[in-house]
Every structure is written in C-alpha cells, then in structure tokens.
C-alpha cells in the first residue's frame, strides 16, 4: 500500500528531518538512506519501521543539518595534493590543458567531506520522536488510504452477490432449453417412435442433475459473505486471507460459468469475473 509521513523537528543548532514513503509489494523490502552516524541505530530504526508497516518496498530517508555546518567541513589535503600531482603530471604528459582541474578532485571519493560526530543521547531521543512522528503521519495516511480500498473491494463483492441474484430468473429457462435439445437430438438420430419416454425422463433428469448449479450458488453467496466480514475485521493483516477468499471466489464463478447452458448467465458470468478482476488488482495493496 502506497504512504507517505514527513516530520521535521529542531533541537539547539541542529535540524532533523524524516521521510517516510512506500509503493505496493507482497514483500517487506526497507531501504534507509541516513548519515553515517546513525550506523550504530540502523537496527533499531529498521525496528521502529517493522512496527508500522509489515509489507511494502518501503523508503525512509533521514537528514541531519546543523547551523554550523560551515564549521564542520573537512579536506583531505595529502590526499588531494597526491590527486593534484599526478593528474597535473598526466596532463602535461598529453598536453591537456583544462581548468576545472581544483573541482574534479574535490568530487573525488574521501576528499572532501563534513567531519563526523558523534551523536549525543539527547540528540538521538529528538531524532527518534521526529522518526515516530513521521511513521505515525505514514501510518495515518495508509489507514485514509486503506478505508478507500475497503469501500472498493466492498461495492464490488456487493456487485458479485446482486449478479448471483440475476441468476435464478433464468434457471427454469435453462432447463427447458437443455430438455428440449436433448429431445430434438434423440429424435434427430432414432426418430420419435424409437424414444422410451420413460428411460428419457430419466436420462434428463441424470443430466440435470449433473448440471445442477445450486450448491455453486450457494458456496459463492457464502463466501462473498465471508469475504465481508473479514475486510471489516479489525485484523491488520486480513490481506492473505481475503486473497486466498478471492481464489474460492474464481473458482465458483468459472464452475458456474461451466455449468451454465444459458447465454444469459454467461453474461451474468462474464461481468462476475469483471468485478472478481478488480478486485485481485485491489488485493496488491493490502496486507
């Protein structure tokens, strides 16, 4: 489920900022882009993260800036007087003359850098209160965004249950078409006087039987019922069920579209397996 938090507090001279943003994946995939004076907390950021969200390709970004960052810049002046000499040396060599020379070393790996402090515990309590004040507008943006996906995947279950209703009109219809098929195939290929009325009551009522849609009827109401009742559960993780629920769903709906003899509960079929469509596309963004 996608999300986003943003959080940004100041503590003496120095300002912390959290970022917290997400896309939909069936996996937990964190990545954490920090100062590297946070290496040491990196465990227990990714901690606090868990806590909020259990599946998603999830991005948090943290940035520390001090008003007396000017003071805090570094050079390495050996490295960059090695860097400096053999490069000017290359030049001469092949006559290159170019004068951006000073800022290509200065882009070099270790050269230039902002000297690195430690962080104080004061420091780290202010930075995590910023981190759980971002997760918690991630998190409230999600539950906004999740009550949306619910009314969704709500209206279309609703939808599946009004098209089974559809159904039954049809259902006597049916079973006149496929008696008289049969009858009109026997007398196609034995003729009228050579049918056993009896033995063909018989016969078609075996073959209804076997085309008897009822128990996918009611299996399918069943479990469009079920499927409500676990989306409006307060389980946070509902999302493997309602999707193993889904499974149960298309497989009711393909049988009774197998079953069906009927252009008319085909179509009915048809705009089912519609709605059951969108509803798998809805079941990448829940947990």
Same mark, same amino acid.
């Given at each position: 489920?996608?999300?986003?938090?943003?959080?940004? =507090?100041?503590?003496?001279?120095?300002?912390?900022?959290?970022?917290?943003?997400?896309?939909? +994946? =069936?996996? +937990?995939? *964190?990545?954490?882009?920090?100062?590297?004076?946070?290496? #040491?907390?990196?465990?227990?950021?990714?901690?606090?993260?868990?806590?909020?969200?259990? /599946?998603? !390709?999830?991005?948090?970004?943290?940035?520390?800036?001090? @008003?007396?960052?000017?003071?805090?810049?570094?050079?390495?002046?050996? *490295?960059?007087?090695?860097? $400096?000499?053999?490069?000017s040396e290359l030049a001469t060599e092949f006559d290159y003359q170019d004068q951006t020379l000073m800022s290509a070393i200065l882009r070099l790996p270790n050269v230039a850098a902002a000297s690195?402090?430690?962080?104080?515990?004061?420091?780290?309590?202010?930075?995590?209160?910023?981190? *759980?004040?971002?997760?918690?507008? $991630?998190?409230? $943006?999600? #539950?906004? &965004?999740?009550?949306?996906?619910?009314?969704?995947?709500?209206?279309?279950?609703?939808?599946?249950?009004?098209? @089974? &209703?559809?159904?039954?009109?049809? &259902?006597?219809?049916?079973?006149?078409?496929?008696?008289?098929?049969?009858?009109?195939?026997?007398? %196609?290929?034995?003729? =009228?006087? /050579?049918? %056993?009325? +009896?033995?063909?009551?018989?016969?078609?009522?075996?073959?209804?039987?076997?085309? %008897?849609?009822?128990?996918?009827?009611?299996?399918?109401?069943?479990?469009?019922?079920? $499927? @409500?009742?676990?989306?409006?559960?307060?389980?946070?993780?509902?999302?493997?069920?309602l999707n193993f629920i889904s499974q149960e769903l298309g497989r009711e709906i393909n049988t009774l579209g197998a079953k069906a003899y009927s252009s008319d509960i085909q179509r009915l079929v048809? #705009?089912?397996?519609?709605? *059951?469509? !969108?509803? !798998?596309?809805?079941?990448?963004?829940?947990?």
């Amino acid at each position: 489920m996608t999300g986003y938090g943003r959080a940004v =507090k100041t503590w003496r001279d120095k300002t912390f900022m959290v970022e917290m943003r997400s896309l939909n +994946s =069936k996996y +937990s995939d *964190l990545r954490l882009k920090c100062p590297p004076t946070l290496r #040491e907390k990196e465990t227990e950021l990714r901690k606090m993260v868990n806590d909020f969200a259990q /599946r998603g !390709k999830l991005e948090m970004s943290i940035d520390i800036t001090s @008003l007396e960052a000017g003071n805090q810049f570094g050079l390495n002046v050996p *490295l960059f007087k090695r860097y $400096f000499h053999a490069l000017s040396e290359l030049a001469t060599e092949f006559d290159y003359q170019d004068q951006t020379l000073m800022s290509a070393i200065l882009r070099l790996p270790n050269v230039a850098a902002a000297s690195e402090g430690d962080m104080s515990d004061e420091e780290w309590q202010v930075l995590r209160s910023t981190v *759980l004040e971002a997760l918690q507008k $991630f998190d409230a $943006f999600r #539950e906004q &965004e999740g009550k949306a996906t619910a009314q969704d995947l709500a209206a279309r279950v609703h939808n599946i249950t009004t098209l @089974l &209703e559809q159904v039954r009109p049809h &259902e006597n219809d049916r079973v006149t078409a496929i008696r008289d098929r049969l009858y009109r195939s026997l007398d %196609d290929n034995m003729g =009228k006087e /050579r049918i %056993d009325e +009896s033995r063909y009551e018989q016969e078609v009522l075996f073959y209804l039987e076997k085309l %008897d849609i009822n128990e996918e009827k009611m299996r399918l109401a069943q479990h469009c019922q079920y $499927f @409500l009742e676990v989306l409006h559960n307060k389980d946070k993780a509902s999302g493997r069920k309602l999707n193993f629920i889904s499974q149960e769903l298309g497989r009711e709906i393909n049988t009774l579209g197998a079953k069906a003899y009927s252009s008319d509960i085909q179509r009915l079929v048809v #705009e089912m397996k519609d709605e *059951l469509e !969108k509803i !798998k596309e809805q079941m990448a963004n829940i947990v």
